[in-house]
Protein backbone atom coordinates (compact mmCIF):
# COMPACT_ATOMS: atom_id res chain seq x y z
CA UNK A 1 0.00 0.00 0.00
CA UNK A 2 1.57 3.36 -0.95
CA UNK A 3 1.61 6.31 1.61
CA UNK A 4 0.82 9.86 -0.12
CA UNK A 5 0.67 12.51 2.43
CA UNK A 6 -0.54 16.12 2.36
CA UNK A 7 0.40 19.40 3.51
CA UNK A 8 -2.54 21.22 4.60
CA UNK A 9 -6.19 20.39 4.60
CA UNK A 10 -7.52 23.79 2.81
CA UNK A 11 -9.41 23.37 -0.54
CA UNK A 12 -7.07 22.43 -2.54
CA UNK A 13 -5.72 20.03 -0.02
CA UNK A 14 -8.67 18.29 0.78
CA UNK A 15 -9.55 18.12 -2.75
CA UNK A 16 -6.22 16.10 -3.52
CA UNK A 17 -6.81 13.91 -0.53
CA UNK A 18 -10.49 12.90 -1.37
CA UNK A 19 -8.93 12.00 -4.83
CA UNK A 20 -5.60 10.10 -3.81
CA UNK A 21 -8.04 8.11 -1.48
CA UNK A 22 -10.25 7.43 -4.37
CA UNK A 23 -7.46 5.88 -6.67
CA UNK A 24 -6.67 2.61 -5.51
CA UNK A 25 -5.38 0.98 -2.11
CA UNK A 26 -3.50 4.01 -0.93
CA UNK A 27 -3.25 5.27 2.76
CA UNK A 28 -3.63 8.81 2.48
CA UNK A 29 -2.43 11.14 5.22
CA UNK A 30 -3.64 14.97 5.67
CA UNK A 31 -2.02 17.01 7.99
CA UNK A 32 -3.54 20.53 8.99
CA UNK A 33 -1.75 23.24 10.73
CA UNK A 34 -5.15 24.47 12.15
CA UNK A 35 -7.66 23.11 14.69
CA UNK A 36 -9.63 22.31 11.93
CA UNK A 37 -9.39 21.55 8.13
CA UNK A 38 -11.12 24.48 5.62
CA UNK A 39 -11.26 27.18 7.94
CA UNK A 40 -10.55 29.78 5.17
CA UNK A 41 -12.82 28.06 3.05
CA UNK A 42 -15.40 29.31 5.46
CA UNK A 43 -15.10 32.84 4.87
CA UNK A 44 -14.97 32.77 1.02
CA UNK A 45 -17.37 34.60 -0.68
CA UNK A 46 -18.84 36.85 2.12
CA UNK A 47 -19.52 33.48 3.94
CA UNK A 48 -21.39 31.86 0.67
CA UNK A 49 -18.39 30.37 -1.13
CA UNK A 50 -18.13 31.01 -4.80
CA UNK A 51 -17.20 27.70 -5.77
CA UNK A 52 -15.98 28.58 -9.80
CA UNK A 53 -17.17 30.45 -12.44
CA UNK A 54 -18.25 29.70 -15.67
CA UNK A 55 -15.83 31.19 -17.70
CA UNK A 56 -12.71 29.46 -16.91
CA UNK A 57 -9.89 30.33 -19.04
CA UNK A 58 -6.20 31.30 -19.11
CA UNK A 59 -6.99 35.04 -19.41
CA UNK A 60 -8.74 34.73 -15.41
CA UNK A 61 -5.10 33.74 -13.85
CA UNK A 62 -1.57 35.26 -13.46
CA UNK A 63 1.82 34.53 -12.99
CA UNK A 64 5.14 34.05 -14.08
CA UNK A 65 4.14 31.39 -16.68
CA UNK A 66 1.15 32.30 -17.84
CA UNK A 67 -0.27 29.22 -19.45
CA UNK A 68 0.99 27.01 -16.42
CA UNK A 69 -2.56 26.63 -15.33
CA UNK A 70 -4.01 25.48 -18.19
CA UNK A 71 -3.20 21.40 -18.44
CA UNK A 72 -5.16 21.00 -14.60
CA UNK A 73 -8.08 23.85 -15.48
CA UNK A 74 -8.75 21.49 -18.87
CA UNK A 75 -8.64 18.12 -16.98
CA UNK A 76 -10.55 19.16 -14.02
CA UNK A 77 -12.62 22.24 -15.25
CA UNK A 78 -16.56 23.62 -14.92
CA UNK A 79 -18.20 20.72 -15.15
CA UNK A 80 -16.10 18.41 -14.11
CA UNK A 81 -15.86 20.50 -10.50
CA UNK A 82 -19.29 20.99 -10.69
CA UNK A 83 -19.58 17.01 -10.87
CA UNK A 84 -17.41 16.28 -8.22
CA UNK A 85 -18.99 18.49 -6.01
CA UNK A 86 -22.70 16.74 -7.02
CA UNK A 87 -20.84 12.88 -6.23
CA UNK A 88 -20.38 14.71 -3.03
CA UNK A 89 -24.03 15.36 -2.47
CA UNK A 90 -23.13 19.58 -3.09
CA UNK A 91 -26.44 21.16 -5.48
CA UNK A 92 -24.74 24.50 -7.28
CA UNK A 93 -26.25 27.28 -8.25
CA UNK A 94 -25.85 30.14 -11.12
CA UNK A 95 -25.19 34.00 -9.96
CA UNK A 96 -24.52 36.97 -11.64
CA UNK A 97 -21.39 37.13 -13.61
CA UNK A 98 -21.44 33.24 -14.16
CA UNK A 99 -20.64 32.96 -10.43
CA UNK A 100 -20.68 29.13 -9.04
CA UNK A 101 -22.38 28.84 -5.62
CA UNK A 102 -23.58 26.41 -3.61
CA UNK A 103 -27.28 26.05 -3.57
CA UNK A 104 -27.11 26.84 -0.05
CA UNK A 105 -25.38 30.08 -0.60
CA UNK A 106 -23.51 28.87 3.08
CA UNK A 107 -19.92 27.88 2.57
CA UNK A 108 -20.20 25.38 5.56
CA UNK A 109 -22.37 23.56 3.03
CA UNK A 110 -19.05 22.67 0.69
CA UNK A 111 -16.83 22.69 3.97
CA UNK A 112 -19.39 19.89 5.41
CA UNK A 113 -19.58 17.47 2.27
CA UNK A 114 -15.82 17.83 2.16
CA UNK A 115 -15.42 16.66 5.38
CA UNK A 116 -17.51 13.83 5.41
CA UNK A 117 -15.76 12.85 2.27
CA UNK A 118 -12.34 12.35 3.92
CA UNK A 119 -14.56 10.42 6.67
CA UNK A 120 -13.19 7.52 5.29
CA UNK A 121 -11.04 3.96 6.13
CA UNK A 122 -8.05 4.92 4.36
CA UNK A 123 -7.63 8.65 5.27
CA UNK A 124 -6.21 9.84 8.42
CA UNK A 125 -7.03 13.69 9.49
CA UNK A 126 -4.19 15.05 11.76
CA UNK A 127 -4.87 18.94 13.03
CA UNK A 128 -3.30 21.05 15.49
CA UNK A 129 -0.57 20.06 13.42
CA UNK A 130 2.46 21.99 11.58
CA UNK A 131 5.31 20.77 8.84
CA UNK A 132 8.62 21.28 10.40
CA UNK A 133 10.60 19.93 7.79
CA UNK A 134 11.28 17.39 4.88
CA UNK A 135 13.47 15.00 4.17
CA UNK A 136 14.39 13.02 1.11
CA UNK A 137 14.67 9.49 2.20
CA UNK A 138 15.45 7.38 -0.69
CA UNK A 139 11.97 7.55 -2.90
CA UNK A 140 10.03 8.70 -0.50
CA UNK A 141 9.95 11.58 2.29
CA UNK A 142 10.36 11.90 6.50
CA UNK A 143 7.95 15.19 7.18
CA UNK A 144 9.05 15.88 10.25
CA UNK A 145 6.04 17.61 12.90
CA UNK A 146 5.29 19.34 15.78
CA UNK A 147 3.54 16.11 16.91
CA UNK A 148 6.04 13.39 15.05
CA UNK A 149 7.14 12.07 12.33
CA UNK A 150 5.71 10.11 9.04
CA UNK A 151 6.96 8.75 5.58
CA UNK A 152 5.35 8.85 2.85
CA UNK A 153 5.87 7.57 -0.63
CA UNK A 154 4.22 10.04 -2.19
CA UNK A 155 3.94 13.89 -0.86
CA UNK A 156 1.73 17.36 -2.31
CA UNK A 157 2.43 20.55 -0.76
CA UNK A 158 -0.95 22.01 -0.93
CA UNK A 159 -0.40 24.36 2.50
CA UNK A 160 -1.80 27.53 0.68
CA UNK A 161 -0.21 31.34 0.64
CA UNK A 162 0.67 34.11 3.28
CA UNK A 163 -2.89 35.37 3.18
CA UNK A 164 -5.46 35.76 5.93
CA UNK A 165 -2.98 34.53 8.64
CA UNK A 166 -5.57 34.57 11.05
CA UNK A 167 -7.74 32.05 8.66
CA UNK A 168 -4.35 29.38 8.52
CA UNK A 169 -2.57 32.08 6.24
CA UNK A 170 1.18 30.79 6.21
CA UNK A 171 4.56 31.13 4.95
CA UNK A 172 5.13 27.26 5.87
CA UNK A 173 4.89 25.74 2.22
CA UNK A 174 7.35 28.03 0.67
CA UNK A 175 10.01 27.05 3.99
CA UNK A 176 9.34 23.48 3.14
CA UNK A 177 9.73 23.83 -0.91
CA UNK A 178 12.04 25.75 -0.20
CA UNK A 179 13.85 23.33 1.77
CA UNK A 180 13.92 21.00 -1.20
CA UNK A 181 15.76 23.11 -2.99
CA UNK A 182 12.36 25.55 -4.64
CA UNK A 183 12.52 28.78 -5.00
CA UNK A 184 9.80 31.43 -5.38
CA UNK A 185 8.95 34.75 -6.53
CA UNK A 186 8.43 38.02 -4.59
CA UNK A 187 4.68 37.67 -3.18
CA UNK A 188 1.81 40.42 -2.66
CA UNK A 189 -1.50 40.35 -0.81
CA UNK A 190 -4.18 40.14 -3.61
CA UNK A 191 -7.93 40.58 -3.50
CA UNK A 192 -7.51 42.85 -1.11
CA UNK A 193 -8.64 46.51 0.18
CA UNK A 194 -6.85 49.80 -1.20
CA UNK A 195 -5.82 52.26 0.85
CA UNK A 196 -5.80 55.64 -0.92
CA UNK A 197 -6.11 59.24 0.11
CA UNK A 198 -9.00 59.59 2.47
CA UNK A 199 -10.54 62.70 2.68
CA UNK A 200 -13.39 62.13 -0.42
CA UNK A 201 -13.78 58.31 0.51
CA UNK A 202 -13.66 58.75 4.60
CA UNK A 203 -16.51 60.70 3.80
CA UNK A 204 -18.53 58.48 1.86
CA UNK A 205 -17.89 55.44 4.08
CA UNK A 206 -20.16 52.44 3.40
CA UNK A 207 -21.47 53.82 0.77
CA UNK A 208 -21.42 51.32 -2.47
CA UNK A 209 -21.78 51.92 -6.09
CA UNK A 210 -21.12 50.15 -9.35
CA UNK A 211 -18.02 52.01 -11.01
CA UNK A 212 -15.49 51.59 -13.62
CA UNK A 213 -12.14 51.65 -11.91
CA UNK A 214 -8.46 52.01 -13.68
CA UNK A 215 -5.10 51.93 -11.69
CA UNK A 216 -2.91 54.21 -13.37
CA UNK A 217 1.48 54.14 -12.74
CA UNK A 218 1.65 57.96 -13.63
CA UNK A 219 0.00 58.38 -17.06
CA UNK A 220 -0.06 54.48 -17.76
CA UNK A 221 -3.21 52.57 -17.34
CA UNK A 222 -2.42 49.08 -15.84
CA UNK A 223 -5.40 47.41 -15.06
CA UNK A 224 -9.29 48.00 -15.49
CA UNK A 225 -12.40 46.61 -13.96
CA UNK A 226 -15.82 47.26 -13.30
CA UNK A 227 -18.40 46.22 -10.42
CA UNK A 228 -18.85 47.16 -7.54
CA UNK A 229 -17.37 49.77 -5.51
CA UNK A 230 -17.23 50.54 -1.43
CA UNK A 231 -15.89 53.66 0.34
CA UNK A 232 -14.37 53.04 3.19
CA UNK A 233 -12.54 55.15 5.89
CA UNK A 234 -8.72 54.37 4.76
CA UNK A 235 -9.83 53.81 0.68
CA UNK A 236 -11.68 52.01 -1.35
CA UNK A 237 -12.88 48.26 -1.06
CA UNK A 238 -15.18 46.10 -3.31
CA UNK A 239 -15.02 43.68 -6.08
CA UNK A 240 -14.05 46.09 -8.41
CA UNK A 241 -11.02 47.34 -6.56
CA UNK A 242 -10.30 43.86 -5.83
CA UNK A 243 -9.19 43.07 -9.30
CA UNK A 244 -6.74 45.69 -9.24
CA UNK A 245 -5.07 44.97 -6.04
CA UNK A 246 -2.75 42.62 -7.12
CA UNK A 247 -0.84 45.34 -8.77
CA UNK A 248 -0.94 47.82 -6.24
CA UNK A 249 2.50 46.39 -4.19
CA UNK A 250 3.94 45.86 -7.23
CA UNK A 251 3.69 49.20 -9.14
CA UNK A 252 4.88 52.55 -8.07
CA UNK A 253 3.13 56.09 -8.33
CA UNK A 254 -0.35 54.51 -8.15
CA UNK A 255 -3.84 56.55 -8.67
CA UNK A 256 -7.17 55.41 -9.21
CA UNK A 257 -9.69 56.34 -11.26
CA UNK A 258 -13.28 56.01 -11.13
CA UNK A 259 -16.10 56.64 -13.70
CA UNK A 260 -19.26 56.19 -11.83
CA UNK A 261 -21.41 56.55 -14.72
CA UNK A 262 -19.60 53.78 -16.69
CA UNK A 263 -22.98 53.59 -19.01
CA UNK A 264 -22.52 56.77 -20.05
CA UNK A 265 -20.81 58.76 -22.83
CA UNK A 266 -18.61 61.63 -21.14
CA UNK A 267 -21.08 63.27 -23.80
CA UNK A 268 -24.10 62.06 -22.93
CA UNK A 269 -23.44 62.86 -19.00
CA UNK A 270 -22.73 66.23 -19.59
CA UNK A 271 -26.29 66.35 -22.25
CA UNK A 272 -28.37 64.76 -18.78
CA UNK A 273 -26.56 67.21 -16.56
CA UNK A 274 -27.64 70.38 -18.66
CA UNK A 275 -31.17 69.33 -19.46
CA UNK A 276 -31.29 68.90 -15.68
CA UNK A 277 -30.19 72.52 -14.54
CA UNK A 278 -32.81 73.88 -16.86
CA UNK A 279 -35.47 72.08 -14.62
CA UNK A 280 -33.51 73.00 -11.36
CA UNK A 281 -35.63 75.49 -10.22
CA UNK A 282 -34.75 76.97 -6.84
CA UNK A 283 -32.32 73.77 -6.13
CA UNK A 284 -29.21 74.36 -4.33
CA UNK A 285 -26.11 72.39 -5.87
CA UNK A 286 -25.66 70.52 -2.94
CA UNK A 287 -28.91 68.86 -4.33
CA UNK A 288 -28.38 68.61 -7.66
CA UNK A 289 -27.17 65.05 -8.51
CA UNK A 290 -29.79 63.48 -5.89
CA UNK A 291 -31.88 62.11 -9.07
CA UNK A 292 -28.12 60.62 -10.76
CA UNK A 293 -26.32 59.10 -8.05
CA UNK A 294 -26.34 58.83 -4.71
CA UNK A 295 -27.25 61.67 -2.39
CA UNK A 296 -23.88 61.80 -0.55
CA UNK A 297 -21.91 60.44 -3.28
CA UNK A 298 -23.44 63.84 -5.52
CA UNK A 299 -22.66 66.11 -2.84
CA UNK A 300 -18.77 64.58 -2.64
CA UNK A 301 -18.66 65.49 -6.40
CA UNK A 302 -19.63 68.98 -6.07
CA UNK A 303 -16.88 69.36 -3.42
CA UNK A 304 -14.55 67.49 -5.19
CA UNK A 305 -15.27 69.98 -8.27
CA UNK A 306 -15.30 73.07 -6.01
CA UNK A 307 -19.18 74.02 -6.78
CA UNK A 308 -20.29 75.77 -3.17
CA UNK A 309 -22.84 73.70 -1.63
CA UNK A 310 -25.52 76.56 -1.44
CA UNK A 311 -25.16 77.97 -4.85
CA UNK A 312 -28.36 77.68 -7.01
CA UNK A 313 -28.32 74.75 -9.29
CA UNK A 314 -30.04 76.72 -12.41
CA UNK A 315 -27.32 79.38 -12.27
CA UNK A 316 -24.25 76.84 -12.95
CA UNK A 317 -22.18 77.96 -15.68
CA UNK A 318 -21.16 75.50 -18.37
CA UNK A 319 -17.65 75.36 -17.24
CA UNK A 320 -18.80 74.17 -13.81
CA UNK A 321 -20.89 71.71 -15.78
CA UNK A 322 -17.85 70.24 -17.74
CA UNK A 323 -15.73 70.51 -14.46
CA UNK A 324 -18.86 67.80 -12.76
CA UNK A 325 -18.77 65.79 -15.94
CA UNK A 326 -14.57 65.43 -15.64
CA UNK A 327 -15.67 64.71 -11.65
CA UNK A 328 -17.77 62.40 -12.41
CA UNK A 329 -16.37 60.20 -15.14
CA UNK A 330 -12.62 60.33 -14.17
CA UNK A 331 -12.72 60.59 -10.02
CA UNK A 332 -8.88 60.44 -9.34
CA UNK A 333 -7.44 59.28 -6.19
CA UNK A 334 -3.94 58.93 -4.88
CA UNK A 335 -2.92 55.25 -4.12
CA UNK A 336 -1.08 54.55 -0.44
CA UNK A 337 -1.21 50.92 -0.65
CA UNK A 338 -3.06 47.93 0.49
CA UNK A 339 -4.41 46.85 3.98
CA UNK A 340 -1.68 43.80 3.12
CA UNK A 341 -1.64 40.41 4.22
CA UNK A 342 -4.04 40.45 6.84
CA UNK A 343 -6.79 41.28 4.53
CA UNK A 344 -6.26 40.18 1.50
CA UNK A 345 -7.96 36.59 0.26
CA UNK A 346 -5.16 35.74 -2.07
CA UNK A 347 -1.55 35.38 -2.01
CA UNK A 348 -0.31 36.91 -5.91
CA UNK A 349 3.30 34.73 -6.31
CA UNK A 350 4.73 31.86 -4.95
CA UNK A 351 6.80 28.88 -5.81
CA UNK A 352 8.00 29.16 -9.21
CA UNK A 353 5.92 27.01 -11.45
CA UNK A 354 9.32 26.41 -13.98
CA UNK A 355 10.15 23.80 -11.69
CA UNK A 356 6.94 21.97 -11.67
CA UNK A 357 5.53 19.87 -15.10
CA UNK A 358 2.34 22.06 -15.56
CA UNK A 359 0.36 18.33 -16.88
CA UNK A 360 1.19 16.58 -13.85
CA UNK A 361 2.26 19.08 -11.16
CA UNK A 362 5.56 17.06 -10.18
CA UNK A 363 8.59 18.81 -8.87
CA UNK A 364 11.10 18.42 -12.08
CA UNK A 365 13.83 18.72 -9.48
CA UNK A 366 12.38 16.07 -6.72
CA UNK A 367 10.83 13.54 -7.97
CA UNK A 368 7.43 12.00 -6.28
CA UNK A 369 7.13 15.48 -4.63
CA UNK A 370 3.84 17.34 -6.13
CA UNK A 371 2.23 20.51 -5.02
CA UNK A 372 -1.03 22.45 -5.41
CA UNK A 373 -2.96 25.52 -4.87
CA UNK A 374 -2.23 28.69 -3.58
CA UNK A 375 1.34 27.73 -2.73
CA UNK A 376 2.19 28.10 -6.32
CA UNK A 377 2.68 31.20 -8.52
CA UNK A 378 -0.42 31.23 -9.77
CA UNK A 379 -3.43 33.24 -8.89
CA UNK A 380 -6.98 34.61 -10.24
CA UNK A 381 -9.18 37.22 -10.69
CA UNK A 382 -12.22 37.73 -8.03
CA UNK A 383 -15.27 35.46 -9.12
CA UNK A 384 -14.02 32.29 -7.85
CA UNK A 385 -11.11 31.76 -10.05
CA UNK A 386 -9.29 31.25 -7.27
CA UNK A 387 -11.10 28.01 -5.87
CA UNK A 388 -11.36 26.80 -9.21
CA UNK A 389 -7.12 26.41 -9.38
CA UNK A 390 -7.62 24.61 -5.74
CA UNK A 391 -9.98 22.06 -6.84
CA UNK A 392 -8.21 21.45 -10.14
CA UNK A 393 -4.96 21.17 -9.26
CA UNK A 394 -5.64 19.48 -6.12
CA UNK A 395 -7.07 16.77 -7.89
CA UNK A 396 -4.66 16.72 -10.24
CA UNK A 397 -2.07 16.44 -7.92
CA UNK A 398 -4.10 13.40 -5.88
CA UNK A 399 -4.84 11.49 -8.60
CA UNK A 400 -0.93 11.61 -10.13
CA UNK A 401 0.45 11.60 -6.62
CA UNK A 402 -1.53 8.50 -5.94
CA UNK A 403 -0.82 6.60 -9.20
Known sequence: MRTVLIIGAGASGMAAAITAAGCGENRVILIEKQSRPGKKLLATGNGCCNLTNTDISAENYFGEEKDFAIPALTRFGLESTVGFFRSLGLLTRRERGGKIYPYSMQASSVLDVLRFALDRPNVELYCDTAAVSIEKKGSGFNVATDKGSFFADRLIVAAGGAASPKLGGTWDGYKLLQGLGHSRTAIYPSLVQVKTENTYPRALKGIKTDARAALYSGKAAVCVSEGEILFTEYGLSGPAVF?????????????????????????????????????????????????????????????????????????????????????????????????????????????????????????????????????????????????????????????????
Open 243 to 403: ELSRFVSAERDLSISLDLMPEYEEGEVEALLLENRKSAGNLACENFLAGVLNKRLGQMLMKYSGIPFSAPAALLRDAEIKKLVRSIKNFSLPVKGTTGFENAQVTAGGIRTKEFRSDTLESRLCPNLFAAGEVLDVDGRCGGYNLQWAWSSGRLAGKLGAL
